[in-house]
């Protein structure tokens, strides 16, 4: 009886400081707990990062710093290689192909934005909405679909003597049969740049389908009601804004033609005589065909160098306009 009393008197004597004790030590432990969940939530996410990360370090970064690094030697990719300086970007700048190879590249990058990005605006405004406008943008769609070689191959025999020549042969037009579209210059990197658009233009529809569907409907509406239509319509509020999807095409456009090489090397490899060589098959040419290592890096490296600046440019200049 006097023990249940001491008991009585002791816990209401310290119970509702070990009850605040108690409560403190819980949220404190609930905070911690909810550090920890947060740090993992974190860890996880870069962990799945991680993979993405190796890859972009391995296979650019660590790969650009070599080529630079061979840019200074007079390596052949087969034997012994010496330190050279800034011997092969004199050379570069002294060569007779190099005016050949900036004319063509930026033929390329002027021809991919205006054609396949006109061309895929115009049938994507044609096709939404319309009868059988899914399968149209599948055909459209195709010539993505099966690559840059393949593509090569399909025009390069349409190009040749038994392609169109025959063709027009067969219509009378003689004068048209008898071209040599792969030989002739500049023909020949026009007639590539076609068969570029050709397969390209399918992609950049698509995305501007996609920048159509995002546009408010409701504005659309107004316009119309205002008595907004046709050309009108397009160019005081489609084409406005459709703005961010056109700087994405432009962007991708741009960094792609710079790049040109695959359709190229199929079609012509550079020729006749270096005629249609863009950058990357030049450097292509000097790395693998004339084993050339340390000459191909330093133009490898100056290409890096123009494509970075003319995107960066590009997209400064893009946000410009949008913050301003």
Known sequence: MVLNKQARVLGTAVGPGATEDSGRSTGLAGVREGARQKRRRKLSAYLYVLPALVLVVGMFWYSAVVTVQLSFTNSSGLGPQSYV????????????????????????????????????LG????????RGGALFQTVFYLPYAI????????WSFLFSTNGFSTLFAALGLHSLASVQWLNDV???????????TWQTMGVDMLLFLVGLDTIDRSVVEAARIDGAAGWQMFKKMTFPLLTPMTRVIIAISIVNALQAFNLIWVMT?????????????????????????????????????FVFAVSIGYLRRSLREVTA
């Open 186 to 196: 500049p023909l020949n990197t026009y007639s590539m740049i076609t068969a570029s």
């Open 123 to 130: 049938a994507a405004i044609l096709v939404r909405s319309r």
């Open 85 to 120: 300086g800034f011997s092969n970007y004199r050379a570069m700048l002294s060569d007779s192909q190099l005016s050949t190879n900036v004319y063509n590249t930026l033929i390329w990058a002027v021809a991919m934005v205006v054609l396949p990005v006109s061309i895929g």
């Open 147 to 154: 690559g840059f070689v393949t593509t090569g191959v399909i």
């Open 269 to 305: 490899e550079g020729g006749p005589y270096g005629s249609s060589s863009t950058f990357a098959v030049w450097m292509y040419t000097e790395s693998f065909e004339l084993f050339k290592m340390g000459y191909g890096a330093a133009i490898a490296a100056i290409l890096t160098i």
